[in-house]
C-alpha cells in the first residue's frame, strides 16, 4: 500500500544504512615487525588489545574485517565514557584469544563523519556490528560492566570471552564530578554546537556565594549527565590555572556567580540566569529552555518521550478508525519529519512512528503488549539508569497513545475512502 511505502521511506531516512569493504588480521597474533607494518597502513592504535579507530580506516577496520566488532563511540570530554575506559580494556582482554572478536573504540567527537553515519547523539553509545551484517550493527544499552558485557557477546554472537574478570584488570574509578569545565581556550570547542546548549556558573575562589552554589552545580550535573548531547551543565572557574579574562571581558562579568545559558550554541546572545540558585528552580529553568523532562531526583517526568506539539493530531489519527488513520499518515508522518529538523527529538519521532505504523497496520495490539511488558521492566528493579529512561520515554508516549483511545478507534471504517 502507498502508506506503508511512504511509512519505510520515514524510517528509511532515520536509519543510516551503508556498504564497505576491506580486512584486518587479529593483531595479537600477528609477528611484531608485520604489526608494525600494519599499524602504519591503518593507523590504529592497539593498546591494552582496545583497537582505537579513527574516519581513516573504521570501514577497513570494523565493517570489512570479517569480524565481530563490540565498538565504543566515545568523547574525551566525557565522565561516563572515562569511567567505563578500565571495563572496556578488560573486556578486549577477556576475548584476545578470540581471533573472530575484536573490541573497538572511536573518538565520535572528533570524528564527527563516523558519528553522523551511525546517529550518535550521546556518549558514550557501544554497537555490536556482526560479521554477517555489519550494514545493522545492535545497540548495546544494558548495564556496563564486564559480565553484562560478555553475557550481550555471547548472546549475539555465540562467542564466549572469560567469564571472570581478568586478573590485573581495574575496577571502574571513582567517580568525579560531571560538571564540565571552560575556558578561554575550551568554550567554543565545547558550547558552540547548534544542536547543544550549556548552562555556565562563572565562579571564583574565596566568593561565599559561589561556594553555596557548588553543591548545587554538582546535583544539577548529576541530574542532567545522561543528556550531554542536548546540554552542558558547566563552569569557568576563573581563579584556576586555565586562562578565562577573556571569558570575562566578552561577556562583562564583575560579580560571581554569574550564571549564563547558551541557546543551541549561540555564544553572541547569552541569556543572563536570575533566578533563585535552588536546585529544583534551576531544573525547572532548563527543562523550559531545552525541552527535556528531567526531575530534580534525575529522573524523568509523564512528559519524557513525548511530543506535545504532536498531540492534536495525535489525538485525531488514534481516535478515528482504521481506514481514515490510513488516509491520515501520509500527513502525521509529514509533521514527523518537519519536526526531525530540529535534530531534538529522533529517538521520539523514532518510536512515535513506530507506534503510528501499529495502528495503521492493525489495531492497539501493540499498544497494550507494550505497556504491559515495559510495566514489567520497571517494576523489575534491574535496570540500569539509561535503561530506566529509554523505557520510561516509551511508556510514556504508549500511555499517550492510548489515552486517545476512541470506540470508533476499533472500527474498520469505509474501505472506499481510501
Known amino acids: ?42 593507523n590504529s ?16 577496520v570494523v565493517l570489512n574485517s570479517g569480524k565481530n566488532s563490540f565498538v565504543k563511540f566515545y568523547a574525551d570530554w566525557c565522565s561516563h565514557c572515562k569511567k567505563m575506559a578500565p571495563t ?32 550518535i547523539n550521546g556518549y558514550p553509545t557501544l554497537k555490536l556490528f556482526k560479521a554477517d551484517d555489519v550494514k545493522h550493527p545492535l545497540d ?33 574509578k571513582k567517580s568525579a564530578s560531571k560538571v564540565v569545565q571552560l575556558h578561554d581556550g575550551s568554550i567554543e570547542r565545547m558550547v558552540e554546537r547548534k544542536e547543544r546548549s550549556a548552562i555556565i556558573a562563572f565562579t571564583k575562589e574565596k566568593c561565599i556565594h559561589c561556594e553555596r552554589l557548588k553543591d548545587t552545580w554538582n546535583k544539577l550535573a548529576d541530574v542532567y549527565h545522561r543528556d550531554l548531547d542536548r546540554v552542558l551543565i558547566s563552569q569557568v572557574n576563573t581563579s584556576g590555572d586555565e586562562p578565562t579574562d577573556w571569558l570575562k571581558n566578552r561577556y562583562e562579568v564583575s560579580s560571581y556567580p554569574t550564571i549564563l545559558f547558551v541557546t543551541d550554541g549561540n555564544l553572541d546572545e547569552p541569556e543572563l540566569y536570575e533566578g533563585d540558585r535552588s536546585l529544583e528552580d534551576l531544573v525547572r529553568f532548563v527543562n523550559e529552555k531545552t525541552l527535556l523532562h528531567r526531575s530534580a531526583d534525575g529522573g524523568l517526568d509523564s512528559l519524557a518521550g513525548t511530543l506535545p506539539q504532536m498531540n492534536d493530531k495525535i489525538k485525531a489519527f488514534v481516535g478515528s478508525n482504521r481506514v481514515t488513520r490510513i488516509a491520515m499518515v501520509r500527513d502525521v508522518v509529514n509533521d514527523l519529519r518537519i519536526l526531525d529538523k530540529e535534530k531534538k527529538f529522533t529517538e521520539e519521532i523514532k518510536y512515535y512512528a513506530k507506534v503510528i505504523n501499529s495502528l495503521v497496520s492493525g489495531g492497539f495490539e501493540f499498544i497494550d503488549g507494550e505497556i504491559s511488558r515495559l510495566d514489567n521492566m520497571m517494576k523489575s528493579g534491574a535496570l540500569n539508569e539509561d535503561s530506566r529512561d529509554s523505557i520510561r520515554m516509551r511508556l510514556n508516549a504508549l500511555k499517550l497513545f492510548k489515552s486517545y483511545e476512541t470506540p470508533e478507534s476499533h472500527e474498520v471504517g469505509n474501505r472506499d475512502e481510501l
Open 1 to 42: 500500500m502507498k502508506f506503508l511505502s511512504f511509512y519505510l521511506l520515514f524510517t528509511t531516512l532515520l536509519t543510516t544504512v551503508f556498504a564497505a569493504g576491506g580486512l584486518l588480521k587479529n593483531t595479537d597474533r600477528v609477528p611484531r615487525d608485520q604489526l608494525e607494518l600494519l599499524k602504519k597502513h591503518t
Open 45 to 60: 592504535l592497539i593498546k591494552n588489545y582496545v583497537i582505537t579507530v579513527d574516519e581513516s580506516n573504521f570501514e577497513e
Open 88 to 119: 572496556w580494556e578488560s573486556l578486549a582482554l577477556g576475548f584476545k584469544d578470540k581471533e573472530e572478536m575484536q573490541i573497538v573504540e572511536i573518538n565520535a567527537d572528533k570524528n564527527k563523519k563516523i558519528g553522523k553515519m551511525f546517529g
Open 140 to 172: 548495546y544499552s544494558g548495564a556496563r560492566d564486564y559480565k553484562s558485557f560478555i553475557n550481550f557477546i555471547k548472546a549475539t554472537t555465540g562467542i564466549e570471552g572469560r567469564t571472570a574478570k581478568p586478573p590485573g584488570a581495574k575496577g571502574p
